[in-house]
């Protein structure tokens, strides 16, 4: 028997959930959206997958009518930001397109336990091919056994990984969404975690959602530059923002950060 789901919750807005995924692997981009219903027992009017991208839908997602497209070229976190400026949901997840949502019915878990007040935020787990099991240890989720944030002096060990999240749409925009000065969203949630913790948030750690089917060891292919940008861009921007005394405290952004990064994410795209 399915979870039955109870938002609890009363809005004029009918869509209840978006779904964010920058995406350049139009091959996987079906099957992410069939699994949807894995995860929430949501009917499709309350539910949107929103795709930042390029290139077009492929032929069976066209003209479905909770599946949009918003053309963009740049860097994957901007791409994030510019999904939740498009969304119209009540609440929002995010992904990305090498994935897929598991059995298990982890987002209706999540609206289960999440409350009334604007700052919960539920961090849905996830699992990847090449490290399954280190993260299927909890602790794996805690800043203070990441062996680089615990050498980051104006970060919190008691702080909790939000790498993907279910938290109010409107929450998310207040604090200034992403910081699009990182590239990737392997570090730019981790920016994202601190700054909500620092403004009073409270993460439960909650299911299990997507599994990533990445290969962070290939120089070749469609994660070299990612990997790429981690290493030149993103870890070291991380770690001299989170070494400076003027990030105690650092909270909400100007949300149209993203307007700064490029138009073109010239290591995947060129000039």
Known sequence: MGLKLDLGIQSENKMKLSIIMPGVRMENWTEVYQSIPNATTLPKEEYELIIVSPYDLPSELQNIDNVRLIKDKGCPTRCH??????????????????GVMLPGLALDKAFAVISQDKKDVVSLRYGEDHKAAKLEKLSWWHMKNNRLLRRLKYISNNYLLIMIALIRRSYLMEIGGWDCRFEQPGVSCVDLAVRLQNGGARPILGEKLWHFRTMPGEEGGSQKPVIEASRLNDIPLLTSTYNHKSSIGRCEIDFDNWKQAPDVWSRRFGT
């Open 81 to 98: 930001q510019l999904g939740l400026l498009h969304s119209k949901g009540e609440f929002v997840i995010w992904g990305a397109d090498d």
